[in-house]
């Protein structure tokens, strides 16, 4: 069955890059998203990429998809204390768009 | 506000007792998801209904849980003889179109405390 995971913690100085792995077992995956999840609140989407595509930039953030391996990641440039959250990777793969989240990985930045 | 919108934003129940959530999606978006999330876990898929018609429900979706959405609009989870294992965060998500190309926008959850 599918399959998405994370590391569960990372913790990064202000102004660093941080980096978020992901992997995933579904190879029909057709996309992979990111999503950021503050304290009380829901979702909200980041970025997401299509699998047939390697990278994909959008202002401080950066997605590479290795699909041989199933690797996802994000990196977040020059982070702020405001990245502060939990994020989500997830895959979808049917056309019920019905999403597979991973359990999250909490982004801790210190100032 | 147009964005997806559950109410209400807590309940408390005892075990055994029935609990509705209610989700208002996005104006016109045809698909609407129900997940439940654990402390320390991802979201995961309950159901989900194109329009009015419920098209795929998880195995964690027991008899007691319950999805409605009469009108294709606003949507209704009712879990009935609720137990301790319920408690979570139940949240909503809604998206217009077919297939995985527009994105899933999500409430902000309803979090369920069945003691």
């Known amino acids: 069955g599918e399959d998405v995971e994370q590391s569960l913690f990372l913790s990064v100085r202000e102004g660093d890059s941080s980096v978020i792995n992901c992997t995933y077992t579904d190879s029909s995956s057709t996309y992979l998203y990111w999503y950021k999840q503050e304290p009380g609140a829901g979702l909200q989407l980041l970025t997401y990429?299509?699998?047939?595509?390697d990278m994909k930039q959008d202002q401080r953030l950066t997605v590479l998809l290795n699909k041989k391996d199933k690797h996802l990641s994000l990196r977040i440039a020059d982070t702020q204390t405001g990245d502060s959250a939990i994020y989500f990777c997830?895959?979808?793969?049917?056309?019920?768009?019905?999403?597979?989240f991973g359990q999250g990985t909490e982004l801790s930045v210190k100032p | 506000d147009t964005g997806v919108s559950q109410d209400p934003r807590h309940k408390i129940t005892k075990r055994g007792q029935n609990v509705t959530f209610r989700c208002d999606p996005i104006s016109e978006h045809n698909r609407l998801y129900w997940y439940r999330q654990t402390l320390g876990q991802g979201p995961e898929f309950l159901t989900y209904?194109?329009?009015?018609?419920?098209?795929?429900k998880s195995r964690l979706l027991s008899d007691r849980f319950s999805a409605e959405r009469p009108k294709g609009s606003f949507s209704t989870l009712e879990i009935q003889r609720t137990e301790q294992g319920d408690s979570a965060m139940y949240l909503c998500?809604?998206?217009?179109?077919?297939?995985?190309?527009?994105?899933?926008?999500f409430g902000n959850g309803t979090r369920l405390t069945v003691t």
């Open positions: 990429i299509f699998s047939n595509m």
């Open positions: 998500a809604s998206r217009q179109g077919q297939g995985a190309l527009s994105p899933l926008h």
């Open positions: 997830a895959e979808t793969y049917n056309q019920g768009g019905k999403l597979i």
């Open positions: 209904f194109q329009n009015e018609a419920q098209l795929e």
